[in-house]
């Protein structure tokens, strides 16, 4: 990656990204989820259900991966995933359309907020692979 503006243009551009927790187990899960709704620095916010598996697998251990693919290029970034139920995280990504989810609107206790920071990533382009830092994008 070049900077993280391309990196987060890249990721804007999907129509749905892939989310990564530890069961358990210690077995990886992964879910096809909505594309952010924002993103800033490090972090990736995304909304979800609350009482999800997922909310509860990060809940017991945060350490997540996000996997994003269009074409022939992939990008995969590891960090870690927060579950938000705070009412200014769920504020802050809520659209009047959710309502269709959550009936209770933004208050909806089964309403949450993710938000993955990232540490590093990978990038497969071309037949090539690339590491990088997100401290130095």
Not at 23 to 46: H, Q, T, W
Not at 74 to 98: F, N, T
């Amino acid at each position: 990656m070049r900077t993280r503006e391309q990196l987060y243009d890249f990721i804007r551009q999907q129509e749905a990204l892939y989310v990564a927790s530890v069961d358990e187990d210690g077995f990886p899960n992964i879910k096809a989820m909505f594309v952010p709704r924002r993103i800033e620095k490090d972090s990736i916010y995304l909304s979800t259900n609350t009482s999800s598996l997922r909310a509860r697998q990060y809940m017991k251990n945060p350490k997540a991966s996000v996997y994003i693919v269009q074409g022939g290029e992939g990008i995969m970034l590891i960090g870690s995933m927060e579950v938000l139920q705070d009412a200014e995280s769920k504020r802050s990504i809520w659209r009047d359309e959710d309502v269709m989810y959550y009936r209770e609107g933004v208050d909806d206790p089964d309403y949450c907020v993710f938000r993955f920071t990232a540490q590093k990533g990978r990038r497969y382009c071309a037949g090539k692979s690339e590491d990088f830092l997100m401290a130095e994008l």
